[in-house]
């Protein structure tokens, strides 16, 4: 499978790079450390646009936002996947800052638009990790944790549409 990342060179979208690329995926990376800013959301859709799934990962602004209706437009009717990077931020209202206005605008797209297509929509909440590390131990097993939930669940034939997922600072329960 061809898979693009946006932020693919740090923290969580590097995590998932390393992640899919050790499983065999081809991976295109859009990095603004490789001159890839998705703010050139026209140069970005052209390096995703033959690709058969989008990590929607790297936020400036409402880049992240735009990209997805851009991508959307050419991906509604295809057998394709979208996972956008949002933030449980999003969800909580002690948290007041233009960084959540830009996911909650991303995440008001994908209410809006997942079911109005085939292409697969899966909206990924990070809660307390460390996504701007180096691919630290922390990140790297979260992602693990992400792509395990889906795939463990596309082989029991559920539907994932949003997992929110992130460490605890409380104790456990064990089960």
């Known amino acids: 499978m061809k898979i693009a990342i946006s932020g693919h060179t740090a923290g969580i979208g590097k995590s998932f790079a390393t992640y899919f690329a050790a499983r065999g995926h081809d991976i295109i990376g859009v990095s603004r450390r490789q001159g890839m800013n998705i703010r050139s959301i026209p140069k970005v859709y052209g390096h995703i646009k033959d690709c058969d799934m989008f990590i929607n990962n790297a936020q400036e602004g409402f880049a992240q936002t735009e990209l997805l209706h851009k991508l959307w437009t050419t991906w509604h009717d ?38 109005t297509g085939t292409c697969q929509l899966i909206l990924i909440r990070p809660g307390k990790v460390n996504t701007q590390s180096e691919g630290g131990a922390d990140v790297d097993a979260w992602v693990d944790m992400v792509c395990n939930t889906w795939i463990d669940a596309q082989r029991k034939q559920l539907l994932v549409e949003e997992i929110s997922l992130g460490y605890t600072e409380h104790p456990v329960l064990e089960l």
């Not at 057998?79 to 956008?84: F, Q, R």
């Not at 999003?90 to 995440?107: I, M, N, P, R, V």
């Open 78 to 115: 295809q057998p394709k996947m979208i996972w956008l990077i949002s933030t449980c931020m999003t969800t909580q209202s002690q948290h007041h800052s233009e960084y959540k206005t830009q996911k909650q605008a991303l995440e008001t797209a994908y209410y809006n638009l997942k079911d």
